[in-house]
T-cell receptor
């Protein structure tokens, strides 16, 4: 079946450090891939997305590249801020489906 | 402003007492769904609806009901809540284009005693 695996957290970084959160997926066909962010006490917000292989999604300094050969969609940011502390979810939507399949989420804590 | 609203945001109830969590969207989206979020499990889909009067089960539908009488509303009903339904619930909506963004409500935190 379709599934998403994220690296376990929490991930704790100092301000201005480089961030990578790994995400790999299993899906048939050509899924669309997403990263959502959940700030404390809030709902999920779309951070970035990619709808086909080799696409790069980017937003707010975050980037992720859709790698079909490695079935991965790793999230990166060059210099994190305290305000980036949140839970990050990787998700996929299959080509002809409507449901989002989520990973378990990765907690990111950034210290000043 | 495009948004998905949920009410209530917080709810404490007792086992067996029927409750309804409302969800409304103002984007004229066809597709709406309910998720529950539990630690270590991410978000799991409970029910979804492709349009008015069209609903179907997600991955964890047991103990829940939904209805879609109007396009903008998609309430979640717990006929007889149990403690294992204590969770954080999210409603979401989106249009039907393949790459379209799914919008989430702010969440409803439910505690069943």
């Amino acid at each position: 079946g379709n599934s998403v695996t994220q690296m376990e957290g929490p991930v704790t970084l100092s301000e201005e450090a480089f961030l990578t959160i790994n995400c790999t997926y299993t899906a048939t066909g050509y899924p669309s891939l997403f990263w959502y962010v959940q700030y404390p006490g809030e709902g999920l917000q779309l951070l970035l997305k990619a709808t086909k292989a080799d696409d790069k999604g980017s937003n707010k300094g975050f980037e992720a590249t859709y790698r079909k050969e490695t079935t991965s969609f790793h999230l990166e940011k060059g210099s994190v801020q305290v305000s980036d502390s949140a839970v990050y979810f990787c998700a996929l939507k299959t080509e002809y489906g409507n449901k989002l399949v989520f990973g378990a989420g990765t907690i990111l804590r950034v210290k000043s | 402003e495009a948004q998905v609203t949920q009410n209530p945001r917080y709810l404490i109830t007792v086992t067996g007492k029927k409750l309804t969590v409302t969800c409304s969207q103002n984007m004229n989206h066809e597709y709406m769904s309910w998720y529950r979020q539990d630690p270590g499990l991410g978000l799991r889909q409970i029910y979804y609806s492709m349009n008015v009067e069209v609903t179907d089960k997600g991955d964890v539908p047991e103990g829940y009901k939904v209805s879609r009488k109007e396009k903008r509303n998609f309430p979640l009903i717990l006929e007889s809540p149990s403690p294992n339904q204590t969770s954080l619930y999210f409603c979401a909506s989106r249009g039907t284009w393949r790459g379209e963004t799914q919008y989430f409500g702010p969440g409803t935190r439910l505690l069943v005693l």
